[in-house]
Antibody
């Protein structure tokens, strides 16, 4: 069965960077784009960007351009999301989500990773 | 960027009642790229409906989606206790993915 397992919670200081990982299993890793979506406390869902595991091409929301980097490791079927220049507004749960190509939506989600930014 | 506006913000209903949730887009959306998700507290979102009207795997048939252009609807025909949650619509267009702000479905 499809599983997306994310790394554990992080606490960071303002200005620092964070890397969140998402390990995929149960399907052909390179056949599906992977996205990152975040959710601030008591807020809605916000799309951050995506990585194509087949080749590594990326696409980012304009809001995060220059501050986010998404990569993948095909040998371990893992995608990574690095966010730099953290502020308190980056405190959120970060989800990886697999794209269902026929309809371009998100059919499987990771369990979420809480990133808390606090001085 | 296409903005999705969901209404109402909160919907208070009783088990067994019918729920109708709305998602309005700021410009026309391809029906093929309109989806609905359910999110319960402390959980990741779950795909309910894709292509505006197709149920995802394992989703009960009391959930249905409809609409086209700028107006889309999620209907839950007879509410079960486990259906009380937050619901989001989402669209893809011009290489961008956007979500509505959500509708909270609460027990009356």
């Amino acid at each position: 069965q499809v599983q997306l397992v994310q790394s554990g919670a992080e606490v960071k200081k303002p200005g620092a960077s964070v890397i969140v990982s998402c390990k995929a299993s149960g399907y052909s890793f390179i056949s599906y784009h992977m996205h990152w979506v975040r959710q601030a406390p008591a807020q809605g869902l916000e799309w951050m960007g995506m990585v194509n595991p087949n080749g590594g091409a990326t696409g980012y929301a304009q809001k995060f351009q220059g501050r986010v980097t998404m990569t993948r490791d095909t040998s371990t079927s893992t995608v990574y999301m690095e966010l730099s220049g953290l502020t308190s507004e980056d405190t959120a749960v970060y989800y990886c989500a697999r794209e269902y190509p026929a309809a371009i939506n998100f059919d499987f989600w990771g369990q979420g990773t809480l990133v808390a930014v606090s001085s | 960027e296409i903005v999705l506006t969901q209404s109402p913000g909160t919907l208070s209903l009783s088990p067994g009642e019918r729920a109708t949730l709305s998602c309005r887009a700021s410009q026309s959306v391809s029906s093929r790229h309109l989806a609905w998700y359910q999110q319960k507290p402390g959980q990741a979102p779950r795909l309910l409906i894709y292509g505006a009207s197709s149920r995802a795997t394992g989703i009960p048939d009391r959930f249905s989606g409809s609409g086209s252009g700028t107006d889309f609807t999620l209907t839950i025909s007879r509410l079960e206790p486990e259906d009380f949650a937050v619901y989001y619509c989402q669209q893809y267009g011009s290489s961008l993915y956007t979500f509505g702000q959500g509708t909270k479905l609460e027990i009356k």
